[in-house]
């Protein structure tokens, strides 16, 4: 079959070059179309020249816009790997001390990218968990049913954080619940937002903190095995 010939599945190739001749302009503003054509030969001209170029504007358009999309969900991925990332490192230095007011105070702020860490309970710990002292019910009006709450601007610094105050312009707060000892939380004092932002951003951030209370709980159990009345 000729070039020119109609193809009885499509339309007239005779009468796509006539309309394309009667309306130059048409295809300039179909850059949808440049995706499914095939590129000209630059030997034939500049008119075909910047057919060319135009579709490779419209390509390189679309590569751009791709390329943007999967970077911001590549970020969105390691922010939450990083977060869940540091939560492991945390979670190895409290299975490996055996003084764990000290891991609590001095190593978790810093594997965990935060300013402070301090753990508050309602009473009846032992005193070499140096937690701050919190009254009665006040675990359960903080947490509810929930394992963790991410707060910005909390209106009670100093209630959770002691001489951290100042620092807990952000805080994360983590259930920790030994059996047979009062209700405990973990509190995390941050200037900045990143804890929150990484934990909300992503469910496996936001898991690892929870995950991150039950394992201290588990460690407060393993080293005080009688419950303290």
């Given at each position: 079959?000729?070039?020119?010939?109609?193809?009885?599945?499509?339309?007239?190739?005779?009468?796509?070059?006539?309309?394309?001749?009667?309306?130059?302009?048409?295809?300039?503003?179909?850059?949808?179309?440049?995706?499914?054509?095939?590129?000209?030969?630059?030997?034939?001209?500049?008119?075909?020249?910047?057919?060319?170029?135009?579709?490779?504007?419209?390509?390189?358009?679309?590569?751009?816009?791709?390329?943007?999309?999967?970077?911001?969900?590549?970020?969105?991925?390691?922010?939450?790997?990083?977060?869940?990332?540091?939560?492991?490192?945390?979670?190895?230095?409290?299975?490996?001390?055996?003084?764990?007011?000290?891991?609590?105070?001095?190593?978790?702020?810093?594997?965990?990218?935060?300013?402070?860490?301090?753990?508050?309970?309602?009473?009846?710990?032992?005193?070499?968990?140096?937690?701050?002292?919190?009254?009665?019910?006040?675990?359960a009006e903080l947490l509810g049913t929930?394992?963790?709450?991410?707060?910005?601007?909390?209106?009670?610094?100093?209630?959770?954080?002691?001489?951290?105050?100042?620092?807990?312009?952000?805080?994360?707060?983590?259930?920790?619940?030994?059996?047979?000892?009062?209700?405990?939380?973990?509190?995390?004092?941050?200037?900045?937002?990143?804890?929150?932002?990484?934990?909300?951003?992503?469910?496996?951030?936001?898991?690892?903190?929870?995950?991150?209370?039950?394992?201290?709980?588990?460690?407060?159990?393993?080293?005080?095995?009688?419950?303290?009345?």
């Open positions: 079959m000729k070039p020119d010939s109609p193809d009885p599945g499509g339309p007239d190739p005779r009468a796509v070059a006539r309309f394309l001749r009667e309306n130059p302009d048409w295809l300039a503003g179909q850059s949808d179309l440049y995706r499914a054509m095939a590129p000209p030969r630059r030997v034939h001209g500049e008119i075909l020249a910047d057919h060319m170029a135009a579709m490779l504007d419209q390509a390189r358009r679309q590569a751009a816009s791709a390329g943007a999309q999967a970077a911001g969900m590549l970020r969105a991925l390691r922010a939450g790997a990083g977060l869940a990332g540091q939560v492991q490192e945390a979670i190895l230095a409290l299975s490996r001390t055996d003084d764990l007011a000290a891991c609590i105070l001095a190593d978790l702020p810093a594997l965990l990218g935060i300013d402070a860490a301090l753990l508050c309970s309602e009473g009846g710990t032992p005193a070499s968990l140096q937690a701050r002292a919190l009254p009665p019910g006040a675990v929930r394992d963790v709450v991410l707060r910005a601007a909390p209106d009670d610094p100093f209630a959770l954080h002691g001489e951290a105050a100042l620092l807990a312009r952000h805080d994360a707060l983590l259930r920790v619940a030994p059996g047979g000892m009062p209700p405990m939380l973990l509190a995390l004092a941050a200037r900045d937002d990143a804890i929150l932002n990484d934990a909300q951003r992503d469910g496996a951030g936001h898991a690892a903190l929870g995950f991150l209370g039950r394992v201290l709980a588990a460690r407060i159990e393993a080293l005080w095995p009688d419950p303290v009345s």
